[in-house]
């Protein structure tokens, strides 16, 4: 989509007893939280999950699916990731320097933030990203960009879609005939997406639905979302999969049934997260 701006209101996961060690930290302008295995046990494997809008980086330390992610590594006889989270505020995109004058956290992120929280964790030998909503968006825009730096990446209800910010009445009319979105969600979602991306050219380099269709080599990733998604985002999770196969990219494409924005499938996602883990 249009940006990625959307509230991660996600499904509760499988409860467990507190299984985190976390600790968190701050530099002039950015937040993180770092949630390691509170049994001690090391890991060479590191997940960033990336928040939706509204939230920040202490989402992850209050979502029950945080422990369950701990509990399957430990029933495989396996160190958990340590799962870092980052945040620039309540509604930030990872846009490069050239979008736009305020622009360039994509550049900070890969060559400041990374190295900034890695020199806290050890240097990593797997990462993973897991991005939901607004965070879903940013997910994508490191996968597709920087594919070299994951072994695989899971985007939830990604801020995907086919219309651009700067969609004619019609197209727009369109989308929420096809979507069943909510219009007045769709016309904030735009309007953000304007600011973020002032010119179509800015916004076609950021564009997950262009950037899939690159060639580069990418790492797994796993697209899920609900399908009735009040945003309007699931089209988009539905066509950049299609367009990562297209492109002989390994994706797998998952809907939640009956399912609004950000309910997730605990099971799949954690499963799928295990075996990039653990390979």
């Not at 969600?185 to 600011?195: I, T």
């Not at 797994?220 to 009735?228: A, H, Q, S, V, Y």
């Not at 297209?246 to 075996?275: I, M, N, S, Y």
Request: glycine share 8%; charged share 25%; net charge positive.
């Amino acid at each position: 989509l249009a940006a990625a701006l959307l509230a991660a209101a996600c499904a509760p996961g499988l409860r467990s007893p507190r299984a985190l060690k976390t600790e968190c930290g701050a530099t002039s302008d950015f937040r993180y939280c770092l949630h390691a295995d509170a049994s001690g046990k090391a890991s060479d494997t590191v997940l960033y999950y990336l928040h939706g809008s509204g939230q920040s980086e202490k989402a992850w330390g209050k979502w029950p699916l945080a422990d369950d992610l701990v509990s399957r590594f430990r029933e495989k006889g396996l160190a958990a990731p340590t799962v870092i989270t980052v945040s620039f505020g309540k509604l930030w995109l990872l846009r490069e320097r050239r979008a736009a004058p305020d622009a360039g956290l994509f550049e900070r992120f890969v060559d400041e933030v990374m190295p900034h929280v890695e020199a806290r964790t050890g240097q990593p030998r797997r990462r993973l990203v897991w991005g939901m909503s607004m965070g879903g968006f940013n997910a994508a825009q490191l996968l597709l960009k920087r594919p070299e730096l994951w072994v695989a990446g899971v985007l939830s209800c990604p801020a995907v879609t086919v219309l651009s910010p700067f969609a004619s009445p019609e197209e727009l009319r369109a989308y929420i005939g096809r979507t069943h979105a909510e219009p007045s969600k769709v016309n904030w979602m735009l309007a953000q997406s304007r600011k973020a991306f002032p010119t179509q050219q800015a916004w076609e380099r950021h564009d997950p639905l262009r950037l899939a269709q690159s060639g580069a080599s990418l790492p797994p990733m796993l697209i899920e979302g609900g399908d009735e998604d009040e945003w309007g985002v699931h089209e988009g999770s539905r066509r950049l999969s299609e367009a990562l196969a297209e492109h002989g990219q390994k994706v797998r494409f998952e809907t939640v049934p009956r399912g609004r924005h950000c309910v997730v499938d605990a099971d799949r996602v954690l499963g799928f997260l295990l075996k990039a883990g653990s390979s």
